[in-house]
């Protein structure tokens, strides 16, 4: 016999946890399912840190509570609000100790497939079990997405492999490995290439390679109260733009739809983080401004065309390249959505249009992180997006259980 939950998530990462943690809080039934912190542990690589300040990369508890801030201070590990970067290591860990403090009802069973019931869902784990679900919150991320450019995607993958690939790159030490892209992932990936020693090239595109500014603490949290209203903090970048976008998704949400997609298209673009700009630009060849003509395989190798700015060609031939192209959304890339789910799917963009609790058009389906962006705003790409997520959905998911427990007039 079928088991049943009021509410299903699905995925256990920053948006999934956070939103566990606030239904525990308010009594809400729930089951979530999914490996903890499982991206971040298994397809971002070692030795990488954060992009974004410690005060803004927090797992979302009810009333404020169990920090990042307050993990490091409790592990010893060194930290400051802006200014020491948040190692992935650490990250990690906290999202764990996260878990078992405010989420002991996590099964780290994968969710196979969702399809709807006439109870509201059917969501078969991994090994059969079926648990019939009044309603379904998907908050997986952007693990399902990885994108590849046309010009490599015909390359073997004993050759070719995407940055979201490898959580240990120890294999690349001493051989001769390509990185193509010119954002954070690329950086991040060349970096630590190149530390490792490996004989790393990185082909972009732009003539230029963008950074984020490096941060004064001093400065940030010192400035004066005119200062601080000219150009606000917020979780996501200094400036009124980025307060808007970080403190009220609700309001970037009643923008038209033309405008909220374009925003988030250009909000926040490619850019390396700050803290490994030297090494980037002082170690590893980087030939920018360069467009990759043609890839093909030479035995064991890649055979590389590339046309410079000036029109000048080049041949370069890596034993392996990698892919540190970003992701590129698409719903119907979710392997564990039914057929029939997503074929009724409102989507715009490649993802799914929402309602202001999060709500697809088919009604009880939810969607949090990185595919509610386009409806809410560039915030729900970033961890720091999590804490209004867990809070509205909360609360839509409260007043609809009080609703179906009120006697019929």
Excluded at 107 to 118: F, G, K, Q, S
Excluded at 314 to 330: C, R, S, V
Excluded at 334 to 358: C, D, H, K, N, Y
């Amino acid at each position: 016999m079928n088991s049943y939950s009021p509410v299903v998530i699905v995925g256990s990462g920053p948006y999934g946890l956070s939103l566990a943690a606030h239904l525990r809080a308010k009594g809400i039934d729930f089951r979530i399912f999914g490996k903890p912190m499982d991206f971040w542990k298994r397809q971002m690589p070692r030795g990488m840190y954060l992009k974004s300040d410690g005060f803004a990369s927090d797992l979302y508890a009810p009333n404020g509570g169990f920090t990042l801030k307050h993990f490091c201070a409790k592990q010893g590990i060194a930290y400051a609000d802006i200014g020491i970067p948040v190692g992935l290591e650490t990250f990690v860990s906290y999202g764990l100790a996260f878990k078992d403090a405010m989420v002991t009802e996590l099964d780290e069973r994968h969710v196979a497939n969702i399809a709807r019931d006439p109870r509201g869902f059917s969501v078969t784990l991994e090994d059969g079990e079926v648990v019939t679900a009044g309603r379904v919150v998907v908050a997986v991320g952007i693990s399902y997405f990885p994108y590849v450019p046309p010009a490599l995607a015909s390359l073997p993958s004993e050759l070719l492999t995407h940055s979201s690939e490898h959580h240990d790159l120890t294999c690349f030490r001493s051989r001769d490995v390509v990185v193509v892209g010119g954002g954070s992932s690329a950086t991040d990936i060349t970096a630590l290439l190149y530390d490792l020693g490996a004989n790393v090239q990185m082909i972009a595109r732009r003539d230029k390679l963008n950074f984020n500014e490096e941060p004064d603490s001093i400065r940030e949290f010192s400035r004066s109260t005119w200062q601080q209203i000219r150009k606000p903090m917020s979780g996501i970048g200094p400036g009124w733009r980025y307060k808007l976008y970080g403190d009220a998704p609700w309001l970037f949400r009643q923008l038209p739809r033309a405008l909220r997609h374009r925003v988030v298209r250009r909000s926040h673009g490619p850019a390396g983080a700050w803290f490994i700009r030297k090494k980037v630009e002082n170690g590893p060849r980087l030939l920018l401004g360069s467009i990759l003509e043609r890839a093909e395989r030479q035995g064991d190798r890649i055979r590389l065309e590339l046309r410079a700015a000036d029109g000048a060609r080049l041949n370069i031939e890596p034993q392996h390249i990698i892919a540190a192209t970003g992701y590129k959304l698409d719903v119907q890339r979710l392997p564990f959505l039914s057929q029939e789910i997503r074929a009724r799917l409102e989507t715009a963009a490649g993802t799914p249009v929402l309602s202001r609790e999060f709500q697809a058009s088919i009604p009880g389906l939810y969607f949090l992180g990185t595919l509610s962006a386009n409806s809410f705003g560039p915030v729900m790409r970033f961890a720091f997006g999590a804490g209004y997520a867990a809070r509205r959905l909360t609360q839509a998911l409260g007043q609809q259980r009080t609703l179906a427990h009120q006697p019929a007039h």
